[in-house]
């Protein structure tokens, strides 16, 4: 059985719940007590010595790290557009996990933070990156369905979870046409699954 140490409200955390269930894989869920630190026990950090969720179990193999716990089941139980084994295709797809890691974290990921959890951050700076990312997903989404590829791929489920949590951030998708049609394109997927805050896009169009 696969284990998903998690946070109910971590959008990395989503990553892992939403790629499992698209793929139709059952797991067990370890909801992390944060309150308490649970995550920075000498259990938890045998699992993970960064002391963060999401961790993925698979039998013996224990994945840390949302985009890598993406990377790993796409591989080992996706179909292969998931993961494309062409190097130009697999490098876009890296090209937009980096972008989750960096840009949409220190972006909208920061801005929420700070909104709902009360983190402090620079402001400004969350602003004007996410304004930047935003201005670029918008262009790549004018006339692409999806950010790596001509199909669904594990980049669109890195970037996803805080694009879509963004109005948390206090930042407004009203004038992100294309991003919005995208989250609703995500949305549609089979095996789609939600997360508390999340907005549907009901006005999104398929393509």
Do not use: C
């Not at 716990?69 to 890296?94: F, K």
């Amino acid at each position: 059985m696969i284990e998903l140490f998690e946070f109910a409200l971590s959008g990395n955390s989503h990553k892992a719940r939403l790629m499992l269930s698209l793929l139709g894989l059952k797991y067990e869920s370890h909801l992390v007590n944060g309150a308490e630190r649970e995550q920075k026990t000498e259990a938890f950090l045998a699992i993970n010595p960064f002391g963060q969720v999401p961790v993925l179990k698979d039998g013996e193999i224990v994945v840390r790290d949302s985009q890598a716990i993406l990377v790993y089941l796409a591989r080992a139980y996706g179909a292969e557009h998931w993961l494309p084994t062409d190097a130009a295709q697999m490098a876009a797809v890296a090209a937009w996990l980096s972008t989750a890691a960096n840009e949409v974290s220190r972006g909208p990921g920061d801005l929420r933070a700070h909104f709902v959890l009360g983190r402090e951050v620079n402001v400004g700076n969350a602003k004007a990156t996410t304004e930047n990312l935003f201005s670029i997903m918008a262009k790549r989404l004018e006339n692409n369905a999806w950010l790596a590829t001509e199909t669904v791929t594990v980049a669109d489920v890195a970037v996803y979870p805080y694009v879509a949590l963004a109005h948390q951030g206090k930042i407004e998708l009203a004038s992100f046409p294309g991003i919005r049609q995208w989250l609703g394109r995500v949305e549609k997927l089979p095996g789609y699954v939600s997360m508390p805050g999340i907005q549907p896009q009901s006005t999104a169009t398929p393509r």
